[in-house]
């Protein structure tokens, strides 16, 4: 998975399978993470965020994860569409200091 | 509910020349932060503007510049233009300084070519 800071290029999956991308974050402090999609070409687009009072969060087929203990947060993605390849990223942050962001995972999904 | 609205969406430069690109914020955000954004290094922090005020900014030359207006609108201006400086720079509007919680959302973005 991707470390804030670090790179991970590329997870290929088929389409239907499950996709789960994973993010190691380094502040112990921060409270509040996002997940982004970036497509190509275009501007980053929330998918879904969650905080730290909370360990697991839902979405329409994506669910975040959140383990504090071990810093670690994990965007999965159910049944995995074509429309679903693009960059994804996480973003950390603690109140009013600027979230900083990982490098990204490009998701490919295979027909 | 409009989102993060950049112009122009794209543009090229040659070398020399300064640029300057708009972003409008998501009506009744406050803030607005600025990202430089290039394959090798990801997204980098330009600054932030909240209430008309530069509050954050990051480890960008001087030529890098911003300012926010009254109704929250921004402009980041580049002088001097390198063709180091071509990239996608993206535009995010909040809530509250840095995300204070409350998600960031981003523009569409300007590509910048300079040749």
């Known amino acids: 998975g991707e470390s804030v800071g670090l790179h991970l290029p590329t997870l290929s999956v088929q389409e239907g399978d499950n996709s789960i991308i994973n993010c190691a974050y380094s502040?112990?402090?921060?409270?509040?993470f996002i997940w982004y999609k970036q497509e190509s070409g275009k501007g980053p687009q929330f998918i879904i965020d969650i905080r730290s009072n909370m360990d697991k969060r839902q979405g329409q087929r994506v669910t975040v994860l959140l383990n504090k203990t071990v810093k670690h947060l994990s965007l999965q993605i159910a049944a995995t569409q074509p429309g679903d390849s693009a960059v994804y990223f996480c973003?950390?942050?603690?109140?009013?200091?600027?979230?900083?962001f990982g490098r990204g995972t490009s998701l490919i999904v295979h027909p | 509910k409009a989102g993060v609205t950049q112009t122009p969406r794209y543009l090229i430069k040659t070398r020399g020349q300064q640029v300057t690109l708009s972003c409008s914020p998501i009506s009744g955000h406050r803030s607005v932060s600025w990202y430089q954004q290039t394959p090798g290094q990801g997204l980098q922090f330009l600054f932030e503007y909240f209430s008309e005020t530069q509050r954050n900014k990051g480890n960008f030359p001087g030529r890098f510049s911003g300012r926010q207006f009254s109704n929250s609108r921004s402009e980041m201006n580049v002088s001097t233009l390198e063709l180091g400086d071509s990239a996608l720079y993206l535009c995010?509007?909040?809530?509250?300084?840095?995300?204070?919680?409350?998600?960031?959302?981003f523009g569409e973005g300007s590509w910048l070519t300079v040749v």
């Open positions: 502040n112990s402090a921060s409270d509040y």
């Open positions: 973003a950390e942050s603690r109140g009013s200091y600027i979230p900083t």
């Open positions: 995010a509007s909040s809530l509250a300084l840095g995300t204070g919680g409350n998600t960031i959302y």
